[in-house]
């Protein structure tokens, strides 16, 4: 064994022999070190994407806080495993701890930036390898989200009798019947909606200077959508609108007072009407909705455990299309997703439902062909 390895043991099995050398260290502040690694990462990464890391490492810079870190120097390894288990159980206010595949993201994300705190000598070198992020087991890194086709229906009906044509209604419509994610429904402006005619339909567009969508021009489709929700988007329009025209001179389609309707607005509305309670649904948990924390507003809702977010009901709208036949292909350039993925996280159909469907796809190719040797 060569004598780097050994000593690579030796620091392995006895991490408080190098715990605090770092004399030789630059003194970094953690707000510092994040700020560079963000600034780093921005020449690689979109900026959609930079900001998810700088919303993850926020966690870390109230940690290096609570624990009195002032410079990262003095970060260690025993530091870095009480901040796991901060993160997972105590950080947020869940009642169950976050999932393994969370865990597993945000770990891999601690270790980058650990590594480039080594590459600018912010931190000793080889703190990077204390990290292990989780390894999931099979089936583990499919989201632990569902909202059954049968509960989306009843909160519809709720909308229409209740909310009809509100902002409301409008983004759950729309999160219900495309299947695409919620800065698609962002990007929208008014001259995007075709809602006329028998064939209504959405033209998504990248416009990184004021909206994004999550791959680009890649992203860019035009989707169908049906007479029925397309009067909803237009009685919208009509009654509840606020007309909006950005510096630009955009004109958004889902505005407020302030402009365009935000994202975390949008996803409220999710969260509100996916509580049972908010569709006179007995509560599930026992709880009384006058005095449950999450009842109490809009803000809270995500609290209740039955509410969903956006992303729930777009795992069940590309689900629920995989039941039914649709083609990947088809459902891949709808919804914006690779057909890989889909494959991977969005058929929950069982053997015997993957066989009938088999089944009737061979039945129907043979109607289509001519008689031959082989069907």
Avoid at 200 to 205: C, E, G, H, I, S
Avoid at 305 to 330: E, F, K, N
Avoid at 339 to 367: C, G, M, N, W
């Amino acid at each position: 064994m060569k004598a780097e390895e050994v000593l690579k043991e030796i620091i392995a099995e006895n991490p408080d022999l190098v715990e605090n050398q770092g004399d030789d260290l630059e003194d970094v502040a953690p707000e510092d070190g994040v700020s560079e690694y963000l600034e780093h990462k921005s020449l690689d990464i979109r900026s959609t994407t930079v900001e998810e890391y700088r919303n993850k490492l926020e966690y870390f810079l109230e940690f290096c806080e609570m624990r009195g870190v002032e410079v990262l120097s003095e970060v260690t390894v025993r530091q870095l495993t009480q901040y796991r288990h901060w993160r997972r159980k105590d950080s947020h206010d869940r009642e169950s701890p976050l999932s393994p595949k969370t865990m597993r993201d945000e770990m891999y994300l601690l270790r980058s930036f650990v590594k480039f705190l080594e590459d600018i000598e912010a931190v000793r070198t080889g703190l990077h390898e204390r990290i292990d992020p989780p390894v999931l087991a099979e089936g583990e890194g499919v989201r632990d989200v569902d909202i059954s086709d049968s509960r989306v229906k009843k909160i519809l009906e709720y909308l229409s009798n209740y909310k009809y044509a509100t902002a409301d209604h409008v983004v759950w419509a729309f999160h219900a019947h495309t299947g695409r994610r919620p800065g698609g429904l962002h990007s929208l402006d008014l001259k995007d909606l075709h809602l006329e005619g028998d064939n209504p339909y959405l033209v998504f567009r990248h416009r990184p200077d004021e909206t994004s969508l999550k791959n680009g021009k890649q992203g860019e489709r035009e989707v169908v959508i049906d007479k029925d929700v397309a009067e909803i988007f237009r009685d919208y329009i009509e009654h509840y609108r606020v007309d909006s025209v950005s510096p630009s001179g955009r004109r958004p389609f889902l505005t407020s007072s302030k402009g365009r309707l935000s994202k975390s607005t949008m996803r409220k509305y999710i969260y509100r009407w996916s509580r049972p309670c908010e569709i006179g649904v007995g509560c599930p948990h026992d709880k009384n909705p006058k005095s449950c924390e999450a009842a109490q507003s809009i803000d809270q809702a995500s609290k209740c455990p039955s509410s969903r977010p956006p992303y729930a009901l777009r795992h069940g709208y590309i689900s629920q299309m995989r039941q039914q036949g649709l083609r990947v292909g088809t459902l891949s350039a709808r919804c914006d997703v690779s057909e890989a993925v889909i494959e991977k996280h969005y058929d929950e159909r069982t053997p015997e439902q993957r066989r009938k469907f088999r089944r009737r796809q061979l039945e129907q190719l043979s109607q289509d062909l001519d008689e031959g040797g082989y069907l």
